[in-house]
């Protein structure tokens, strides 16, 4: 059985006052839910100042990105090491906005991912396809090229989740419908399977996001491959990240 896993991706958003608020209201409301793992990826500024705030609490606490480097001469860069040393649990590794907007591609996220697994992060690895690619039917394929170019042989999936993002879908409002996200993610847990064996298969999570918010996240959560979400746009509202986290709780 796997337990689903919500993260809050807030991406540059929020002050330190307001994300202190929102983490209590999450723990105060989520209190009594022990079958739904939950995690916040702040900007990096505020994580070392949200971690009082996160001990004694069920909320994980995550990094949005790291550098492959421990460290070094790489200006405006953040080591997974630093990341251990401020207290985060988890770093989000290739994002479609990392790939997009800062040229991040299968070598470097190999890298990263490998990195932040060996100084002991859990790793949220996310793939996704575009509206173009989608529309000319290369979804599967390009999932499978983003799962095969980092996802390299040896590594300890057991601390990996795959965030299943269509690109098209994230930040716009337009979410997949519960049968592509499933069909899609049914597609990634094929691939892991052969790649890493049925027991990888069986117990890997694959959660889903692009515009997951309160008035969807039942119907997508409900579907059997999809474990959970990872949460833009609706993570930074309290009531909404709270209503997201109880539609993940297993029936
Ligand atoms: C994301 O940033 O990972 C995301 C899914 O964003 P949104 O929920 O806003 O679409």
């Given at each position: 059985m796997r337990r689903p896993f919500v993260v809050g991706n807030w991406k540059m958003n929020l002050n330190l006052a307001d994300a202190k608020n929102l983490v209590r209201r999450l723990d105060h409301e989520t209190v009594?839910?022990?079958?739904v793992d939950r995690g916040v990826a702040p900007p990096a500024l505020l994580i070392i100042p949200l971690r009082p705030e996160l001990q004694d609490t069920r909320i994980l606490l995550g990094a949005q990105n790291m550098y492959?480097?421990?460290?070094?001469?790489?200006?405006g860069e953040i080591s997974g090491p630093m990341l251990v040393d401020a207290g985060c649990q988890f770093v989000i590794i290739g994002h479609s906005e990392r790939r997009q907007?800062?040229?991040?591609?299968g070598p470097l996220l190999q890298k990263k991912v490998k990195a932040a697994l060996d100084i002991g992060l859990d790793v949220i690895y996310c793939i996704g396809e575009t509206l173009q690619q989608r529309d000319g039917g290369e979804t599967n394929g390009i999932l499978v090229r983003q799962l095969h170019e980092v996802l390299i042989?040896?590594?300890?999936?057991?601390?990996i989740t795959i965030a299943y993002e269509p690109v098209w879908a994230i930040g716009t409002g337009r979410n997949a419908t519960q049968d592509q996200a499933q069909e899609a993610h049914q597609h990634i847990r094929l691939w892991l399977k052969n790649k890493y064996g049925p027991d990888a298969a069986s117990q890997m999570r694959i959660q889903y996001g692009g515009s997951v918010k309160a008035s969807n996240a039942k119907e997508l959560m409900n579907m059997p491959d999809i474990d959970g979400a990872l949460v833009g746009g609706a993570s930074l509202v309290a009531d909404e990240f709270i209503a997201i986290v109880r539609a993940a709780i297993p029936k």
């Open positions: 009594g839910i022990h079958n492959h480097e421990p460290k070094g001469a790489f200006t907007h800062f040229g991040e591609d042989d040896g590594l300890d999936w057991k601390r």
